[in-house]
């Protein structure tokens, strides 16, 4: 079992940047790839970013390809995703997943296990 606590959210003006973070707690995190998915308003909950065992793999939905960037410090038991040059259509709950790493990512959200509670995210124009 993967226990996982989103934070960073908050209110931001278009240009401007969060960090998100996720913080596990439970299983080896280490073992486990980790995403952030989002949902606004009326919408699906959509990826938008996903991390293997180490930096070498990373994607991202094209969307935020160039603004986010997704880390994880495995000593640290903790995933982040930084997030620059905010545009309004950003405004979502974003919620931090994970599963076991079994080679590739993966970009469905019922592929993952494990959820953080979500950290809204508003940026106004």
């Known amino acids: 079992q993967v226990q996982l606590v989103d934070s960073g959210g908050g209110s931001v003006q278009a240009g401007g940047s969060l960090r998100l973070s996720c913080t596990a707690s439970g299983r080896t995190f280490g073992n486990y790839a980790v995403a952030w998915f989002r949902q606004a308003p009326g919408k699906e909950r959509e990826f938008v970013a996903g991390?293997?065992?180490?930096?070498?793999?990373?994607n991202y939905v094209d969307s935020v390809k160039g603004r986010f960037f997704i880390s994880r410090d495995i000593r640290k038991n903790m995933a982040n995703l930084q997030m620059n040059n905010l545009k309004p259509e950003d405004t979502a709950v974003y919620y931090c997943a994970a599963e076991r790493w079994v080679g590739q990512l993966k970009y469905s959200q019922e592929e993952y296990r494990y959820w953080g509670q979500g950290t809204p995210v508003t940026v106004s124009s």
């Open positions: 991390i293997g065992l180490n930096h070498y793999v990373t």
